[in-house]
């Protein structure tokens, strides 16, 4: 039978993919970084250093609960304001999610590179219609693109 604790085959970034698919107006971004797997992994499952480093949004990330790979977190973004997410971290993926926001990483290796794929969503903000839609888009996307970035320097510079 089908157990849903047990482990897929699916690839990360396809898994990713499909969450994108699920979630109306999510914005994703894929960026090939020259670091090997490992390095680039263990950037991202540090969730209170590093992420504080890459989403210019967060201040401060806290684990306050973790049973194996399911986590709570409290998360103070600049601004001072708490929100409590849930998450799933093991290796090459990791989800986080609120009552308002849903964020992903996927990550595979690609030869002594990586694939790092990254996925936001707002909850209860169906896409516009119209012309702003594109401009919101646009601007999400701008914003994946420099995380990613971000992370591609911190985890290079942190390998020489």
């Known amino acids: 039978m089908n157990d849903p604790g047990a ?21 994703v971004g ?3 970084i020259a670091a090997p797997f490992e390095a680039v992994w263990q950037l991202i499952a540090d969730l209170e250093h590093s992420t504080p480093r890459y989403e210019p949004d967060v201040a401060q990330v806290r684990v306050i609960e973790q049973h194996g790979e399911f986590l709570r977190l409290l998360v103070r973004d600049t601004a001072g304001r708490e929100d409590a997410m849930d998450a799933r971290l093991r290796q090459g993926w990791c989800v986080m999610q609120s009552a308002t926001v849903a964020i992903a990483f996927a990550a595979r290796p690609l030869g002594d590179e990586t694939l790092l794929a990254h996925l936001e969503h707002r909850r209860g903000q169906p896409p516009a219609p119209g012309p702003s839609e594109p401009r919101s888009r646009r601007a999400a996307l701008a914003k994946i693109d420099q995380e990613l970035r971000t992370i591609e320097r911190l985890v290079t510079r942190s390998e020489h």
């Open 7 to 27: 482990r897929s085959d699916i690839d990360p970034i396809d898994r990713l993919a499909i969450l994108a698919a699920a979630l109306p107006g999510a914005a």
């Open 30 to 32: 894929q960026r090939r």
